[in-house]
């Protein structure tokens, strides 16, 4: 069964925008990012925290394609406090 977790919580566990994405890359990629554009694996990190590149599909893509994130323009773990 799975815990409800409290406000504090959640803020305890998601303070910041970097920490959501980590969990949410955690849980989207275990064995590390996948290009969801293209399925490339050949994928390196931007400098912009939260991007990648893929080298075949050659797209820079984040954690949030594919999901019912995507465009959205609120920061992640503010989703994650409402969810």
């Known amino acids: 069964m ?4 409290s406000m504090y919580e959640l803020i305890r566990r998601f303070p910041d925008l ?3 994405i980590a969990y949410l890359e955690k849980m989207l990629w275990p064995s590390g990012p996948v290009c969801l554009l293209c399925n490339g694996h050949r994928v390196k990190p931007r400098n912009t925290p ?3 590149n893929c080298a075949d599909g050659r797209r820079n ?6 999901t019912i994130f995507h ?3 609120m920061p992640l773990h503010k ?5």
């Open 50 to 52: 939260g991007w990648h």
């Open 71 to 73: 465009r959205l323009h």
């Open 18 to 20: 970097a920490t959501a």
């Open 61 to 66: 893509f984040t954690v949030r394609v594919g």
């Open 2 to 5: 799975t815990r409800v977790l």
């Open 79 to 83: 989703w994650l406090y409402a969810m």
